[in-house]
């Protein structure tokens, strides 16, 4: 049997750990389903949803060149599709258009941009001397005291 992605397989678990579950494919396969192919929901254990020797249908995600078979179980359920509303550019609101500004306001930007900025790392400079000052002596740096 050759396993290709995208087929939908019936499997067995033969093994659980903290993060999936090994699925026996039959004629010697094993495939690991991650934790979080499990469901579409949160699972925190997975000994709540799967038990060994449970039977699950799996679709293949991924096979790796050194035999690794990727498997979801969540993948495999058949789910509907949500319906599509069709677009309807009648009952589209249009958005009121802003009047743009006279004169120079990249300068202004410009000018804004660089006092925030020197305001910014002024403020910066001074909590990084705060820290210093305050780890410095109890990690036995500069200015700690030794005995």
Same mark, same amino acid.
């Given at each position: &049997?050759?396993?290709?992605?995208?087929?939908?397989?019936?499997?067995?678990?033969?093994?659980?750990?903290?993060?999936?579950?090994?699925?026996?494919?039959?004629? +010697?396969?094993? /495939?690991?389903?991650?934790?979080?192919?499990?469901?579409?929901?949160?699972?925190?254990?997975?000994?709540?949803?799967?038990?060994?020797?449970?039977?699950?249908?799996?679709?293949?995600?991924?096979?790796?060149?050194?035999?690794?078979?990727?498997?979801?179980?969540?993948?495999?359920?058949?789910?509907?599709?949500?319906?599509?509303?069709?677009?309807?550019?009648?009952?589209?609101?249009?958005?009121?258009?802003?009047?743009?500004?006279?004169?120079?306001?990249?300068?202004?930007?410009?000018?804004?941009?660089?006092?925030? &900025?020197?305001?910014?790392?002024?403020?910066?400079?001074?909590?990084?001397?705060?820290?210093?000052?305050?780890?410095? /002596?109890?990690?036995?740096?500069? +200015?700690?005291?030794?005995?």
């Amino acid at each position: &049997m050759s396993i290709e992605v995208g087929a939908k397989l019936q499997g067995k678990v033969s093994g659980i750990t903290n993060f999936g579950a090994f699925i026996d494919l039959g004629e +010697g396969k094993t /495939g690991l389903v991650h934790i979080s192919e499990i469901s579409n929901g949160f699972v925190k254990d997975i000994h709540d949803v799967l038990t060994v020797g449970d039977e699950v249908t799996v679709k293949v995600t991924s096979v790796g060149n050194d035999g690794k078979v990727g498997l979801s179980i969540r993948k495999a359920q058949d789910q509907p599709q949500p319906e599509k509303k069709p677009f309807n550019r009648e009952k589209r609101e249009s958005r009121p258009v802003r009047p743009q500004a006279k004169g120079n306001f990249s300068k202004n930007k410009k000018e804004d941009f660089d006092t925030l &900025m020197s305001s910014f790392l002024k403020d910066s400079d001074d909590r990084l001397l705060s820290l210093k000052r305050n780890t410095e /002596g109890k990690r036995g740096g500069r +200015g700690g005291r030794r005995n």
